[in-house]
């Protein structure tokens, strides 16, 4: 096989597993988002990007942000 070929796939394989990360990070994000409230979680839903922080803040750390972020607003 073809050094270069080779070098070709692993990078492909690798956006690949970038990409599968992103999109369950993604997942994560909007489920704890609706979680904590249903108005957060549809603007979070319409702008997208705070919910792969999110989703990877909490692998990352374990710190549910929107709930944070609700216990905040209510105190």
């Not at 970038?18 to 108005?39: E, M, P, T």
């Not at 705070?50 to 209510?74: H, N, Q, S, T």
């Amino acid at each position: 096989m073809d050094p270069i070929l080779g070098a070709g796939a692993l990078i492909i394989l690798l956006y690949a597993a970038i990409f599968v990360a992103v999109i369950a990070a993604w997942f994560q994000g909007l489920i704890l988002a609706f979680r904590a409230n249903v108005i957060l979680g549809i603007v979070c839903f319409l702008l997208h990007a705070p919910l792969v922080l999110i989703g990877v803040v909490y692998w990352m750390f374990g710190f549910d942000i929107p709930k944070a972020l609700m216990e905040a607003l209510r105190n």
